[in-house]
């Protein structure tokens, strides 16, 4: 069992930054890969960002390449999401996941946390 639990959500300005924060417990946070996504409200949940086990392969939904940047920190077992550049369109609760194997872009993880809101305002 994994418990995830994200931090870092709030209320920021168009083109500010947030960095959000899952920490990870329950199993060995080395073996999983990390996910971020997000959910709109009215609409499904997307994926936004992911980092292998290693940390050196990362994925980004084109919505957020060169905005977003997701990286890990095994000592503290916990994977951000350092968000720049922020529009009102990334609006949306965020979530975290794990899954173990290989890092992937639909929400076959296994692992969520309970989310954390973003608000973009214009």
């Known amino acids: 069992q994994v418990q995830l639990v994200e931090s870092g959500g709030g209320l920021v300005q168009a083109g500010g930054s947030l960095r959000l924060s899952c920490e990870a417990s329950?199993?060995?946070?080395?073996?999983?890969?990390m996910g971020w996504f997000r959910q709109a409200p009215g609409k499904e949940r997307v994926f936004v960002a992911g980092v292998n086990r290693s940390g050196v392969t990362t994925l980004y939904a084109n919505s957020v390449k060169g905005r977003f940047t997701i990286a890990r920190d095994s000592a503290k077992n916990t994977v951000y999401l350092q968000m720049n550049s922020l529009k009102p369109e990334d609006t949306a609760v965020y979530y975290c996941?794990?899954?173990?194997?290989?890092?992937?872009?639909?929400?076959?993880?296994?692992?969520w946390g309970q989310g954390t809101q973003v608000t973009v305002s214009s």
């Open positions: 996941a794990a899954r173990d194997g290989i890092v992937r872009l639909d929400d076959k993880y296994d692992y």
């Open positions: 329950g199993r060995t946070f080395s073996s999983s890969a």
